[in-house]
């Protein structure tokens, strides 16, 4: 009988085999692989296999003694392979919706792009990467794909090179290797980068943009594909995600100070120090801010 680390680890392999080979299996990872962007590609692979709509992952001492919430019974924790030590080990980790807050737990703040951010983000990736945002957020995030993409097979093509045996890339002499390889990579940030930021990629994406996916036909050659999509959309989404944060601080910032104004005005003095019924009690945000810890 296998043990436990012998069976997840045909998971991956057979995950790693099924998501090239359609579309629907393709985009279905990379929607999770989006909400999980701070994790590598193989961490993303294991918990895509297991948990495909996970949004917030963490191990359980951390949902315990820094977010100060509780991991409910019964909950099956998502198992990783974790090869950094001498041998490969499994570790777990757990998903928010496995857990519950005490009455001290850390809110759990998961970005959201909006329409109000569209000016701040735009200026920071063009800043960032140099892509002009002049016809919006979707065309700048296809531009910085294709240019990332486009890096990163050059610095990383020689590998890729070494590892298409058996894959339907050998079939193809180095320059088509390149271009199937740019492709599909560019394809699959936009994909994740829009989906992320929810810009609804299928009504914008068709089949046919992904059919040099399947060229990727080995678990090396998909692991390939895979890092680089995964780490490539790091870069991106933690600028954006850093974007918001500022606005938002800021923005929490002036009503505060704008509120602030009101009662020295209204009040000919200080405002009350007991707790505002209104604005400040109905609305978290602030709290929610401040106190943030950052999760994968």
């Known amino acids: 009988m296998p043990s436990k680390l012998?069976?997840?680890?045909?998971?991956?392999?057979?995950?790693?085999?099924?998501?090239?080979?359609?579309y629907q299996s393709w985009t279905g990872f990379l929607e999770t692989a989006a909400r999980l962007y701070k994790y590598p590609y193989n961490e993303q692979l294991m918990i895509h296999a297991q948990r495909p709509d996970a949004t917030a992952c963490a191990e359980y001492d951390f949902w315990n003694e820094h977010m100060k919430?509780?991991?409910?019974?019964?909950?099956?924790?998502?198992?990783?392979?974790?090869?950094?030590?001498?041998?490969?080990k499994l570790r777990y980790v757990f998903d928010v919706s496995d857990t519950g807050g005490r009455d001290n737990a850390v809110p759990v703040w998961l970005w959201r792009y909006g329409a109000?951010?569209?000016?701040?983000?735009?200026?920071?990736?063009?800043?960032?990467?140099?892509?002009?945002?002049?016809?919006?957020?979707?065309?700048?995030l296809e531009g910085i794909a294709n240019q990332?993409?486009?890096?990163?097979?050059?610095?990383h093509s020689r590998d890729i090179l070494d590892i298409i045996e058996d894959s339907f890339l050998e079939e193809y002499d180095d320059y088509n290797i390149e271009m199937v390889f740019k492709n599909a990579a560019s394809v699959s940030i936009t994909y994740s980068l829009m989906a992320r930021c929810?810009?609804?990629?299928?009504?914008?994406?068709?089949?046919?943009?992904?059919?040099?996916?399947?060229?990727f036909s080995t678990p090396q050659t998909v692991a390939a594909l895979?890092?680089?999509?995964?780490?490539?959309?790091?870069?991106?989404?933690?600028?954006?995600?850093?974007?918001?944060?500022?606005?938002?601080?800021?923005?929490?910032?002036?009503?505060?100070?704008?509120?602030?104004?009101?009662?020295?005005?209204?009040?000919?003095?200080?405002?009350?120090?007991?707790?505002?019924s209104g604005t400040a009690a109905g609305s978290p945000a602030g709290q929610v801010r401040q106190d943030e810890t950052e999760l994968s």
Do not use: C
């Open 148 to 155: 990332l993409a486009a890096e990163y097979w050059q610095d």
């Open 116 to 140: 109000e951010h569209e000016d701040a983000v735009t200026a920071a990736l063009e800043q960032r990467f140099d892509v002009s945002a002049e016809n919006g957020l979707r065309s700048q």
């Open 6 to 22: 012998q069976t997840y680890a045909q998971m991956a392999e057979l995950a790693s085999k099924q998501i090239t080979g359609s």
């Open 226 to 276: 895979g890092t680089a999509v995964s780490e490539i959309n790091q870069q991106v989404l933690r600028q954006i995600e850093t974007t918001i944060r500022k606005y938002e601080r800021e923005h929490i910032a002036e009503r505060t100070a704008r509120n602030e104004r009101t009662d020295l005005h209204e009040e000919r003095g200080l405002s009350d120090s007991r707790p505002d």
């Open 69 to 88: 919430r509780y991991v409910r019974r019964g909950s099956k924790g998502i198992a990783l392979i974790d090869s950094s030590g001498d041998r490969p």
């Open 198 to 215: 929810g810009l609804d990629p299928q009504d914008y994406f068709e089949h046919e943009d992904f059919l040099s996916i399947f060229d």
